[in-house]
């Protein structure tokens, strides 16, 4: 089991940067995959980033590579997501997640935070 809570979204202009946490909490999140996935209004989830257990392997969906960067600090349990460059098109709520795999699809995650906000202003 592995309980998730997301932090540090918020109200940002275009161009700027914000950092999201997500905290874990259960004996399984060293060894779990960490996701971050997003959802704007009336769009479907969509994939944002994944990390493996260890940090040594990251993915990114095509829009974000170079924007943004995950990362993991599993001494203190969390995942990170810093997003830089920010875009209007950024905006929605977005989801932390624990799986065994750094896959693209939500269905390959088995636990979930309850998301943060992220809006960007033009």
């Known amino acids: 089991q592995v309980q998730l809570v997301g932090s540090g979204g918020g109200l940002v202009q275009a161009g700027g940067s914000l950092r999201l946490s997500c905290a874990a909490s259960?004996?399984?999140?060293?060894?779990?995959?960490m996701g971050w996935f997003r959802q704007a209004p009336g769009k479907e989830r969509e994939f944002v980033a994944a990390?493996?257990?260890?940090?040594?392997?990251?993915r990114y969906a095509e829009s974000e590579k170079g924007r943004f960067t995950i990362s993991r600090n599993n001494a203190e349990n969390t995942v990170y997501l810093q997003m830089n460059s920010l875009k209007p098109a950024d905006t929605a709520v977005y989801y932390c997640?624990?799986?065994?795999?750094?896959?693209?699809?939500?269905?390959?995650?088995?636990?979930w935070g309850p998301g943060t906000q992220v809006t960007v202003s033009s």
């Open positions: 259960g004996r399984t999140f060293s060894s779990s995959a």
């Open positions: 997640a624990a799986g065994p795999y750094t896959v693209y699809v939500a269905a390959g995650y088995s636990y």
């Open positions: 990390i493996n257990w260890s940090g040594s392997s990251t």
